[in-house]
């Protein structure tokens, strides 16, 4: 080899180091960064949840968060059967079906089986009577 081919060689092989500093993501979640909450894995003070079942039948379950509650708390998660949500009382709380805006609570909501949802806060306790596989 000639002595300009090995100094083409050496260039090519010598290659600088550089630190890439990861950017910040911002903006809405898409799927691959929401993480599959269901009320199994929710968080709270005491049963890890974010809301208390203050009664469960074979019907329905009557659910309450309180007014302290931290809203970051309150996240986006899919459960694993149809539901219908009913307020108990009144309320300014909302509820935020994947794909549309905020919704109020005045009237009962289906909400589909694995659809990604969210509670809202409101002011005061949020009192909801739960419905599972659609069933009144």
């Avoid at 003070?45 to 809203?71: A, C, H, M, N």
């Avoid at 949802?117 to 009144?136: E, F, P, Q, S, W």
Wanted: hydrophobic content about 35%; glycine content about 6%; overall charge negative.
């Amino acid at each position: 080899m000639t002595q300009k081919h090995v100094l083409h060689l050496l260039l090519a092989i010598n290659v600088q180091q550089k630190k890439i500093e990861p950017k910040q993501a911002i903006g809405a979640a898409g799927y691959h960064v929401m993480q599959n909450y269901s009320d199994l894995n929710q968080v709270s003070l005491d049963s890890g949840k974010p809301y208390t079942d203050l009664e469960v039948t074979e019907d329905y379950t009557l659910r309450q968060f309180d007014e302290s509650i931290d809203p970051i708390e309150l996240l986006w998660h899919r459960d694993d059967e149809d539901r219908v949500v009913e307020i108990v009382g009144d309320t300014d709380w909302m509820l935020q079906l994947d794909n549309s805006l905020p919704t109020s609570l005045q009237e009962r909501i289906f909400i589909p089986k694995h659809e990604w949802h969210r509670v809202i806060k409101g002011t005061g306790i949020l009192k909801l009577k739960i419905y599972k596989n659609g069933k009144m």
